[in-house]
């Protein structure tokens, strides 16, 4: 039933205003609805569509929240780097990046930043 379903993402900002310039600014993205006040829905490919929607509780994750899949990975993060987005740089057992980018065993390649609001969003090759 549900893999036939379209899904989406759903992100915490505490500050909706900010999130929508960095989103904008930064990633290049325009909310679908852009006379709300209390959300901001992105759609994105093939169906696919993130929430931003405002709480104090923003931030507070540790983990990836949202991952977006790149052809291109290196050409992307170029991309987003020259907009002023900054990539992560982790050394943990098994996950080790070089300048923000992380190879894994089976060749994929990612990196992370962190949004507006502290949400951390990948940047994968799939």
């Known amino acids: ?5 379209n899904v989406a993402g759903v992100l915490p900002a505490s ?6 310039d960095f989103y904008r600014d930064k990633l290049g993205l325009e909310p679908d609805n852009p006379d709300a006040t209390d959300n901001l829905m992105y759609k994105c490919a093939n169906g696919t569509a993130f929430l931003l929607y405002e709480t104090p509780n923003a931030g507070t ?8 899949q790149s ?10 780097r020259s907009r002023g987005v900054v990539f ?18 089976d060749g994929e390649r990612g990196a992370w930043f962190l949004d507006s609001e502290g949400n ?6 799939m």
């Not at 052809?71 to 987003?80: P, R």
């Not at 992560?88 to 065993?105: C, I, Q, R, W």
């Open 15 to 20: 500050d909706l205003a900010r999130a929508r």
């Open 88 to 105: 992560e740089e982790y050394d943990f057992p098994g996950l080790k990046t070089e300048n923000g980018v992380a190879t894994m065993p």
């Open 61 to 68: 994750a540790k983990n990836t929240q949202l991952g977006f």
């Open 71 to 80: 052809t291109d990975l290196d050409q992307d993060m170029a991309d987003l």
């Open 120 to 125: 951390i969003i990948s940047l994968a090759t």
């Open 1 to 5: 039933m549900l893999k036939d379903l």
